[in-house]
Each structure stands twice: as structure tokens, then as C-alpha cells.
């Protein structure tokens, strides 16, 4: 919060300038339920060094149901305002929000060492360099929640959004007294899956139920969650 005075030789104001850590989201404007991809990329210009980047603050992403995301990241470069730079994505996460309205996500912070040139040569004519420990901040991100529409809304809807299919199916269909068979609800698709109940099942009488067995395959990507 406190700006850094723009002195050409302060370690400090020059680290500011050559790395940045940016937050980027798939969509600002999402429905409820419906899936944002948050990505935090590390931004090093080629005439600064870095050393020992760790996170030191994650968002605690409230108001969404959030996955993180597991990869591995390479360095690749990319401009950012005019300028050239070595990046790595150092964090990534599926959000799905809860809550529609203004949802704001706090900024991730990152510590590390940085060797920065300054303006200043040595005896020689050769740049000098320093190294300082310094914090790093992303910005503040904002969602703007819409709600879902209302129209064609099921009177039991829960909340479960996506592209689904639901299949139902007996292992056998032709029993004996005191023979058993097992029913198989099955719901696939792309959506938040984590959030999704499968129906309750109305039983005819003259049969003995046991408890369901509840199994889950579900994959997240940056795309969203499907399985």
C-alpha cells in the first residue's frame, strides 16, 4: 500500500519494476456454480535474478468451492506492457462460485531473493548489482456472480450445474424370491460433479434395501471438472 519513490538506484523500486506475480481469470462475469479458472504467473524481466521463490500467502478463495490444480510448469516468456519477460505459473486453482454477487478474491504473495542491476558501475565500468529479500503481491481479483435464470428452473433444483447425463440400470431384471440384483445410478458429464446428490429412488414395497455404495472417477483440469 505504500508506494515505493521512483529512485533509478533503490534495489528496492527496481525489483518492483522488472517482477511482477499476475492473476488471471478464465471469466469475470460467471453464473452461479459456473466454473472460473484462476492462474498466478511469477513475471521476471531478463536483466533481474531470482532466488528461493516460495509462496507466502494463498487466497483463502471465500465464497467459492475451489480445487487446486496440479502440474507441472516450464519456463516460458511472454510481453507484459511492452516488455519482455521469463515467466512460470507458480499457482492454479477451479473456482466454482457459491454466492452470486461481487465476490472479491485477496492478492498471493511470494517471497524470494533478487539480484537486481542498478545504474551504478564499479571501478571497471561493470554494472553493479545487489541482492535483496523482498515481498511480492498479485492484485485483488473480482467476480462478478450472475445469478441462474429462472426460467425452466426444476421446483427441486440444488444447485448442480454442467452438461450431465444420468443412466440407471439392473444388474439383473428377472429375480427369484430371496434373490438379490443391484441398481446402478450412474451421472457423467462436465460440471461440479463434487457438489452433485444423485436421486433419491422410490422402492416398491416387498423389497429389502441396503445402503448405496457411492464411487467417483472425477478429473479437474483448467476446463473444468468432468467424470
Given at each position: 500500500?505504500?508506494?515505493?519513490?521512483k529512485?533509478p538506484n533503490?534495489?528496492?523500486?527496481?525489483?518492483?519494476?522488472n517482477?511482477?506475480?499476475?492473476?488471471?481469470?478464465?471469466?469475470?462475469?460467471?453464473?452461479?456454480?459456473?466454473?472460473v479458472?484462476?492462474?498466478?504467473?511469477?513475471?521476471?524481466?531478463?536483466?533481474t535474478?531470482?532466488?528461493?521463490?516460495?509462496l507466502?500467502?494463498?487466497?483463502?478463495f471465500?465464497?467459492?468451492?475451489?480445487?487446486?490444480?496440479?502440474r507441472?510448469?516450464?519456463i516460458k516468456?511472454?510481453?507484459?506492457?511492452g516488455?519482455?519477460?521469463?515467466?512460470v505459473v507458480v499457482?492454479?486453482?477451479?473456482?466454482?462460485?457459491q454466492?452470486?454477487g461481487?465476490l472479491?478474491?485477496?492478492?498471493?504473495?511470494?517471497?524470494?531473493?533478487?539480484g537486481?542491476?542498478?545504474?551504478?558501475r564499479?571501478?571497471?565500468?561493470?554494472?553493479?548489482?545487489r541482492?535483496?529479500?523482498?515481498?511480492?503481491y498479485?492484485?485483488?481479483v473480482t467476480?462478478?456472480?450472475?445469478?441462474?435464470?429462472?426460467?425452466?428452473?426444476p421446483?427441486?433444483f440444488?444447485?448442480v450445474v454442467?452438461?450431465f447425463?444420468?443412466?440407471?440400470?439392473?444388474?439383473r431384471?428377472?429375480?427369484?424370491a430371496?434373490e438379490?440384483t443391484?441398481?446402478?445410478?450412474k451421472?457423467?458429464?462436465n460440471?461440479?460433479?463434487k457438489?452433485a446428490?444423485?436421486?433419491?429412488?422410490?422402492?416398491?414395497?416387498?423389497l429389502?434395501?441396503?445402503?448405496p455404495?457411492?464411487k467417483e472417477?472425477?478429473?479437474v483440469?483448467?476446463?473444468?471438472?468432468?467424470?
Amino acid at each position: 500500500a505504500v508506494e515505493i519513490p521512483k529512485d533509478p538506484n533503490d534495489p528496492s523500486y527496481l525489483a518492483s519494476q522488472n517482477i511482477h506475480i499476475l492473476a488471471e481469470v478464465s471469466d469475470n462475469s460467471p453464473y452461479l456454480n459456473e466454473p472460473v479458472f484462476l492462474q498466478y504467473k511469477l513475471l521476471v524481466s531478463n536483466e533481474t535474478d531470482v532466488s528461493g521463490p516460495r509462496l507466502r500467502d494463498v487466497p483463502q478463495f471465500t465464497g467459492f468451492w475451489n480445487q487446486k490444480i496440479e502440474r507441472d510448469s516450464p519456463i516460458k516468456k511472454m510481453e507484459y506492457k511492452g516488455k519482455s519477460y521469463r515467466y512460470v505459473v507458480v499457482y492454479e486453482a477451479l473456482l466454482y462460485p457459491q454466492k452470486t454477487g461481487t465476490l472479491e478474491i485477496d492478492p498471493l504473495s511470494m517471497e524470494m531473493s533478487v539480484g537486481v542491476q542498478t545504474n551504478r558501475r564499479d571501478f571497471f565500468g561493470n554494472y553493479i548489482y545487489r541482492n535483496i529479500d523482498k515481498v511480492f503481491y498479485s492484485s485483488k481479483v473480482t467476480i462478478n456472480v450472475k445469478p441462474l435464470p429462472d426460467a425452466g428452473k426444476p421446483v427441486d433444483f440444488s444447485g448442480v450445474v454442467g452438461d450431465f447425463q444420468l443412466s440407471a440400470e439392473l444388474s439383473r431384471n428377472k429375480l427369484q424370491a430371496t434373490e438379490s440384483t443391484q441398481l446402478i445410478l450412474k451421472l457423467s458429464g462436465n460440471g461440479n460433479l463434487k457438489l452433485a446428490d444423485l436421486p433419491t429412488v422410490n422402492f416398491p414395497p416387498g423389497l429389502d434395501v441396503y445402503d448405496p455404495e457411492r464411487k467417483e472417477n472425477i478429473y479437474v483440469a483448467p476446463t473444468g471438472m468432468s467424470g
